[in-house]
């Protein structure tokens, strides 16, 4: 999986989407997408009952997974990156809370039938239309009826920010888009914004983001 990303400084960067290079960059210092949970996640919070069983996707070094089993959630975490899921397991431990994690693309992953109660994908805009179309279809395959998809992503006009994200236009979300992609689930909030991201040095600045609070009937 190849595209060019920009980094926290808004360069531009050509990298392959594979382990190696997912294990580069979490091998620098620091957590380098923040401790703390995304803020679109966070404001979910009224949504989630302790002991519901969430799919933490893409999930690298753990700061949502492990904000999730804070909550009180049976928590499985996914990432590609046996680095990124070592950084998660001390942050996981650090906290005091359990997590299962599992090292698997999430593109390939057998995405396990009807499993979880939540599903969460924050950012993982890495791949193009065809490895997302496999994705989005294990999320929905991932979810139990009634169960919740929390998705947040940039919009194309992150590409004028240049404060994090793909520089592909076509692996960003717009809301025609992600209507098709999970027609069929009761979509419960849908909404292309800016603001503010403090979440590392990899999300810091004005962006352009687009949240999905969508549930399966």
């Known amino acids: 999986m190849s595209e060019s990303v920009r980094d926290g400084s808004g360069v531009m960067e050509g990298k392959t989407y594979g382990q190696d290079h997912w294990d580069l960059r979490y091998a620098e ?70 997590i299962d994690h599992r090292q698997a693309d999430m593109v390939s992953w057998d995405y396990p039938e009807a499993a979880f109660d939540v599903v969460v994908a924050i950012f993982i805009q890495v791949v193009g239309p065809a490895d997302r179309a496999k994705v989005f279809q294990g999320l929905r395959r991932a979810l139990r ?15 004028q920010h240049g404060t994090g994200g793909p520089s592909a236009v076509e692996n960003l979300y717009t809301e025609a888009l992600l209507r098709e992609a999970f027609a069929g689930l009761a979509i419960e909030r849908l909404e ?26």
Do not use: C
């Open 29 to 98: 210092d620091g957590y380098i997408f923040g401790e703390g949970p995304n803020r679109f996640l966070e404001r979910q919070a009224p949504l989630l009952k302790p002991g519901m069983r969430a799919l933490a996707v893409a999930d690298g070094e753990g700061r949502n997974s492990v904000w999730l089993a804070e909550q009180g959630l049976e928590v499985v975490a996914t990432d590609i990156s046996p680095v990124g899921i070592e950084k998660a397991r001390q942050l996981a431990a650090s906290r005091g809370v359990t």
């Open 145 to 159: 009826p009634g169960g919740l998809l929390l998705l947040e992503g940039y919009t194309p006009d992150q590409l």
């Open 192 to 217: 292309a914004y800016e603001a503010e991201l403090d979440e590392g040095p990899r999300h810091r600045g004005l962006s352009a983001v687009i949240d999905l609070v969508a549930r399966k009937a």
